[in-house]
C-alpha cells in the first residue's frame, strides 16, 4: 500500500508516518522547502525510520506540483494533513491561512479528482467548526459556529471534500478532531508553551510562564491515538465525517495545574483576570497573565461526542488527560537535561 501525507513535518505527521510504516505502507511526503532547509518533526524521528520516507519537494498551495504528484504516484491513500493551524496567527494572517487551508485543499481535491480517482483521502477538520458551541457535548450533528479566520478556512475546507465526495464519487472522509497534543507539538500552542515552561521551572528558571486565557475549556488527547483514527477512517467501508476527541474537558488552568503537579509544584491563584497569579506554596510567581496573549474570540467549551467513531470504527482513545500532561511534561524535562 502506498500513502502520501501533506503535512509530514507536523506533529500528525510524524506520528502517522510512524504509523503507516510500521503496518508495511509505502510513505510519501509533500514537505515545502524552507530556508534552512530544516525538515521539522522529520528531524526527530528515528535515522532508519526517517530513511524510509519518500520526500516529494512542494507547496499545496501549488496546483500545478499536486497535479504531477497525484498523476505519477497514485497512492491509495492520501492523508490531508498540510495547514496553516494555529488560530492565533490566523487572526493576523487571514488570507495566507485562507491561501493554503482552502486553496491548498481544493487543489488536493482537484488533483484526486483529475488524476487518482481510487486514492482515498482523509481531510483534517477540527472542533474549532462548532466554535462556540450551541450544544455539549458536540458530535457530528452540532452545528457548526466558526469564531476564526482558522475555523472558517477549515469549515470550507470540510464542505469541499463533501462536496467533491458526493458530486464525483469519491472516497474522502473528514475527521473533525479536538485537540490532540504531544511531546512534538508546535511551541506555540498552550499545552506545550506549558509543559516547556514548567520543565524550565524544574531545571531552575525563575521565569514565569506568560499565558492568555486561562479559562478556556478544551478537549485535549494525545496526538498518537488520533492519528490511528485516521487510519481507521480510510479503512472503513464507506467515507464519512467523524468526531474524535476524548469526551473530557479541562480549562487551561487545570492544565497548569497539573503540569506543575507532574513537578511536585501545588498551584494556588490570586487575582482575577488579567492580574491573575499561579503561585508555589512559597509564594513565587510562577503563572502570569498578559492580555495581549488572549485572542478577539474565543472558541471553547469543547466536550467531544465521539460515539460514532467508536461504534463505528471501533476507535478509543487511549491516553486521558493526566497522562498527557505527564507525558509532556516528562519529555521537557528529558530534552532541557539533553542540551
Ligand atoms: P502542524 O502545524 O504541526 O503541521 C502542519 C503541517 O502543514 C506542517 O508539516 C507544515 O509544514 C505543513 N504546511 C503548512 N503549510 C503548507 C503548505 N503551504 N504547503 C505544504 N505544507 C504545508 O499541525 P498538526 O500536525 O498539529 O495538525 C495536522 C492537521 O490537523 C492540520 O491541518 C491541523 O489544522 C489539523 N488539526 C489539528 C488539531 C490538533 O489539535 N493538532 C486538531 C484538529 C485539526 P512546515 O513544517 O513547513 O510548517
Ligand atoms: P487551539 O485550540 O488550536 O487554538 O490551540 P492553542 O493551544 O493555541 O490554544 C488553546 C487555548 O488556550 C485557546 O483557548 C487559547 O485562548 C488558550 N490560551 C491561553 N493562553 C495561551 C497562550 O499563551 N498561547 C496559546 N496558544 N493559547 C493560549
New binding site residues.
Given amino acids: 500500500m502506498k500513502a502520501l501525507i501533506t503535512g509530514i513535518s507536523g506533529q500528525d505527521g510524524y506520528f502517522l508516518s510512524q504509523l503507516l510504516l510500521s503496518k508495511g505502507y509505502e510513505v510519501h511526503g509533500v514537505l515545502r522547502r524552507n530556508s534552512s532547509m530544516t525538515h521539522g518533526t522529520m528531524e526527530l524521528l528515528p535515522p532508519d525510520v526517517r530513511s524510509q520516507i519518500i520526500i516529494h519537494h512542494g507547496d499545496i498551495t501549488d496546483e500545478n506540483f499536486l497535479s504531477n504528484l497525484l498523476q505519477s504516484e497514485k497512492p491509495e491513500e492520501l492523508y490531508h494533513l498540510a495547514a496553516q493551524?494555529?488560530?492565533?496567527y490566523s487572526f493576523e494572517n487571514s488570507q495566507s491561512t485562507y491561501d493554503v487551508n482552502i486553496g491548498g485543499t481544493l487543489n488536493v481535491c482537484n488533483a484526486i479528482r483529475s488524476s487518482s480517482t481510487d486514492t482515498r483521502m482523509y481531510f483534517a477538520g477540527?472542533?474549532?467548526l462548532f466554535g462556540k458551541p450551541l450544544e455539549t457535548p458536540q458530535n457530528e450533528n452540532t452545528p457548526f459556529f466558526p469564531r476564526?479566520p482558522?475555523a472558517i478556512s477549515k469549515l470550507a475546507g470540510l464542505w469541499t471534500v463533501r462536496t467533491y465526495r458526493d458530486a464525483y464519487k469519491l472516497f474522502m472522509s473528514n475527521g473533525i478532531l479536538f485537540?490532540h497534543?504531544s511531546e512534538v507539538r508546535g511551541p506555540?500552542?498552550?499545552?506545550?508553551?506549558i509543559s516547556t515552561g514548567v520543565a524550565r521551572v524544574h531545571q531552575g528558571s525563575q521565569q514565569p510562564i506568560?499565558?492568555?486565557?486561562?479559562s478556556?475549556v478544551?478537549d485535549w488527547g494525545y496526538a498518537k491515538d488520533y492519528v490511528e483514527g485516521m487510519w481507521k477512517m480510510l479503512q472503513y467501508d464507506i467515507s464519512d465525517d467523524f468526531v474524535m476527541g476524548t469526551g473530557e474537558s479541562h480549562t487551561?488552568k487545570e492544565f497548569v495545574e497539573e503540569a506543575f503537579g507532574v513537578i511536585g509544584i501545588r498551584l494556588t491563584w490570586k487575582g482575577q483576570g488579567v492580574n491573575e497569579v499561579g503561585l508555589s506554596e512559597g509564594g513565587r510567581v510562577l503563572v502570569k497573565v498578559?492580555r495581549d496573549?488572549?485572542?478577539p474570540l474565543?472558541?471553547?467549551n469543547f466536550t467531544a461526542d465521539y460515539s460514532k467513531a467508536r461504534e463505528k470504527l471501533g476507535w478509543e482513545p487511549k491516553v486521558k488527560f493526566k497522562e498527557l500532561v505527564r507525558i509532556m511534561v516528562e519529555n521537557d524535562i528529558k530534552l532541557i537535561q539533553r542540551k
Avoid at 493551524?85 to 492565533?88: E, I, L, N, Q, T
Avoid at 506555540?188 to 508553551?193: D, L
Avoid at 506568560?210 to 486561562?214: D, P, Q, T
Fill in positions: 493551524s494555529f488560530v492565533g477540527t472542533s474549532e476564526s482558522y485537540n497534543e506555540e500552542f498552550v499545552t506545550r508553551k506568560i499565558l492568555g486565557n486561562l478556556a478544551k487551561v498578559n496573549l488572549y485572542r474565543e472558541a471553547d
